[in-house]
């Protein structure tokens, strides 16, 4: 009897709880807060995805920063037509890129999931491990990622700019070091077997709802170097995917390490970005047919007034140094300026 | 995997209940100590060094035990010189094997905490002779072993002083050292207090479950609604203290004193909490130190079983000594009573309030942390038959409220200073933040507020301080009623089923919606599991 009454206060206690967490859930839903302009920390990117049409993404890309500075997908809608998003961002880990992704399967059907791969070699144990509980509990209850919007109350709203999740950045920072990094060699740097583990587990997520992943590299000579891509390789090829290292097509995407860096070498500026990314989507499309929705009505509200703003920021910011910007251009930097994204 | 991270809480305390709860209870035991070996595991490889203290305490209790025994059971067949000689040669060999073994620990605490600083001042007080000294650097540091350090210490010497009788099984002395909840930051237990409890692998119960939850909320809520936010206040403090303003500098200082004091009794409750719903009792670490009345009385109230633990294994040791006694009685006869008291006092305490310092980690600081607590207490030591004349004369007590609320606020500034150099990097960092408080500009050309919600500096935001602020109106109100003990806690609990609950519920949607984690922030590093 002792014991009946026990398990009945648990499961009651429990029971209260679950139905706390699902309102604060529906209370923080980022479809309520981001298009209001309360969301523009990290998670701004991922409460895009929650807003963006049912079934109108073609391809997503997921990583850290390098995969979010160096991942344009203006410049494939305005060269080849096809609906990208770039969830990217600084310090993004592997269990919340699989969060993201299997979030994206629920509302979008993309033929392409891009995983840049700097952060398999970012996961130490522990991050990863603090980060899966984290992102179990994310899944379930989404809403609690963007508890922070309460303190919009005291704060001004804005709408910092995510062009499709990529932020734009003109300025350059010139690489002064070697150009020739992926100098040849036999040594691998192996990923180690959780970061292995989860890639598999994104891997997999991606066939089971048709989509094609892609393992590629960012160019950037401060996080890679040959032995890296041997590695990278070898996890690719255990997995069956495609492994795209931009570091070792340099040339022929026609990076300049004086002008197309935003901070010598590390990451691209949106004229670098813009390259590789047009590099990119020519090989993607040697595998995968995509489609030009480029005049479609549907598409065309959602994306070319995005396009629109995005040549005119960009003119904006060329030839200006960080220190020495015009109050428009900070305006825009700080607080997103007076755009919105349109249905927003 | 520290106490306050969603890992302990949502995956290994759960997981330790339910193995806990299903094995038979002569197995429970052993299901601690795996889970425990575990728990120190994911956060340092250096377990041997636990098992290796179990060990030798255990052999070193043991083999006193076994040398009284043999002396008993010899003692009837002696005369009475025979047995005074046999009484004292056991005795001797006794100590032979305790300081043996604290010798031991110490040796192992010094090689991990403070051979590198040793050797690092060495190195600097050749350099001054044109003697170059290159030191190794290594990475030696099991996790809490300054904790289960004292708590082997004390096991030993109470089996010394007879106060327990040897253990027998290393495997409860092993849980007694490694026990999950307490290994990386304490509180410092007894043997006597604590190991037989978790040893006897009682059945979970509710009552103590929801109890146990109710602390670890309450530790939850003080963590990540104030400590890990003013933690940004505090860095931006100390990073650029060169460049401080007095103002900015006391904002510093008290900022970390609410910090600490907010981190480390926050993650002692999710500890105590822990091991409750296990229905293991816990000494309690704090008892609202900031309403203390004097130093003495902060340290009453600040890290209890730490200050425990000084107090009956080197200050009532010290106090005993045959030298201090010969020194006191000496003072006593040539100054009066009044300066033996001093003297006494100052001897006793010189060697806690060093080994306090200490204690705290390998850093000059922490020394000037110990010395300035001495000095303090001595002083207070020395004052206090005056301030009583005073208070006499002027009809007041330490009850007069506006006395007391006095008293209060001297005793903030104490703290308040103490904890500028603790928190200091170095002394010329420590310095140098004092220093501006004296020199320099004290208020800022631009607002302090301004600066403090300067998102570029500090990374906080209004609404961030509006959480603090709520957040120590709470844990205050909470005190309060601690300390005119209402049993606010008991009343809680065993109030209707809707109201505690509701209490539960308003503690968890506090923390899920005003804590500070998720996107921009980094939750902060226990402080204490550093020591």
Known sequence: ??????????????????????????????????????????????????????????????????SGMDFNPMTIWEDKGYTALNIGCDGLTLPECYTVVKKMFRTQSP???????????????????????????????????????WKYVWKERGYRLYFKGYILNGFSNPYEGETDYMKPTEKAEDIQMMPAFWMERICSLCRKNGAEPVLWSAPSPINYHMAKHNGLQKLADKNEI????????????????SSDTLDKGDHLNCFGAEKTTAWLAGRIEESIELSDHRGEASYA??????????????????????????????????????????GF | MAYHENLYLLVFLPLVLIFYQLVPARVRPYILLAFSCLFFLANSK????????????????????????????????????????????????????????????????????????TLENIAGLLSLGGIRLKIPSWSFFPIGISFYSLEAIGYLVDVYWKKIQADHNPFRLGLFILFFPQVME?????????????????????????????????????????????????TCVYDNYNHMYGIMVILGAVAYTIQLYMEFSGSIDVVIGSAEMLGIRLPENFRQPFMAQNAADFWRRWHISLGTWFRTYLFYAVSMSKSVKNVNKKLRKKYGKYASMVGTSAMALLPVWLATGLWHGPSWTYIFYGFYYFAILLAETALMPYIDKLEERLHISAKTP????????????????????????????????????FTGSFFPKRGVWDILTDQRAILLEKADYLAILFGIVVILIIDICREKELGLKEKILQGPVLIRWSVFYLLIAAILIFGAYGAGFQAVELIYAGF
């Open chain 1, 301 to 342: 509200g959602a994306w070319d007034p995005v396009l629109e703003r995005y040549l005119e920021m960009k003119d904006m910011m060329k030839g200006y140094h960080a220190e020495n910007l015009p109050q428009e251009v900070m305006d825009y930097i700080y607080n997103g300026g007076d755009f919105r994204e349109p």
């Open chain 2, 402 to 437: 506006w006395y007391a609320a006095l008293n209060m606020m001297r005793t903030w500034v104490v703290i308040f200073t103490g904890e500028l150099f603790f928190r200091a990097k170095s002394m010329h960092q420590g310095l140098t933040l004092f220093s501006h408080l």
């Open chain 1, 242 to 257: 495609r492994y795209l290292d931009c570091n070792l097509s340099v040339d022929e995407i026609g990076l300049d390490w």
């Open chain 1, 111 to 149: 033929k392409v999931v891009l995983v840049e791969s700097n952060l398999l070699y970012r996961s130490e144990k522990k991050r990863l491990a603090k980060s899966m509980t984290a992102e179990f509990f994310y899944d379930a209850f989404e809403g609690l990622r963007f508890h922070n919007v």
């Open chain 2, 186 to 234: 304490g509180p410092i237990a007894s043997y006597k207090d604590t190991a037989m409890q978790l040893w006897q692998g009682e059945s979970l119960y509710i009552d103590r479950i929801s109890s146990g939850l109710f602390r670890i909320l309450l530790g939850l809520f003080k963590k990540m609604m104030v400590a890990d936010r003013l933690a940004r206040v505090v």
């Open chain 2, 46 to 117: 250096w377990i041997l060094i636990p098992i290796a203290l179990t060990v030798l305490i255990w052999q070193c209790g043991v083999l006193m035990e076994r040398v009284r025994k043999e002396t008993e059971e010899k003692l009837p067949s002696l005369d009475k010189a025979g047995k005074k000689e046999l009484k004292e040669k056991t005795e001797k060999t006794a100590k032979r094997i305790l300081v043996f073994g604290i010798l031991a620990i110490l040796a192992v605490l010094f090689v991990s905490q403070y051979l590198h600083f």
């Open chain 1, 1 to 66: 009897m002792r014991y009946k009454n026990t398990v009945l206060r648990i499961a009651g206690f429990l029971a209260g709880l679950l139905v706390l967490l699902l309102v604060l859930n529906t209370v923080f839903s980022p479809k309520r807060w981001y298009p209001e302009g309360y969301i523009q920390d990290r998670n701004a990117r991922t409460a895009m995805l929650s807003c963006e049409e049912p079934e109108t993404i073609d391809i997503i890309n997921v990583g850290d920063s390098e």
